[in-house]
């Protein structure tokens, strides 16, 4: 018995899985980027609103 190599098209499927793990890693990380800057803006929203109801009463 020989060893057994990967037919040439499953290399370039397992290839293909690689590239698209790394696309979807880099547009997690931009969603979790984006959902930080989206919480710091809400935080920021709440203290305007609660010191503008401060100021009414």
Do not use: F
Not at 30 to 35: A, G, K, M, P, T
Not at 38 to 57: E, H
């Amino acid at each position: 018995m020989g060893t057994s190599y990967p037919a040439h098209d499953q290399h370039d499927r397992r290839e293909d899985c690689r590239l698209r793990d790394d696309e979807h890693a880099d547009d997690v990380l931009s969603l979790l980027e984006e959902n930080a800057r989206l919480r710091g803006l809400v935080v920021k929203l709440s203290n305007l609103i609660l010191r503008n109801v401060a100021d009414q009463r």
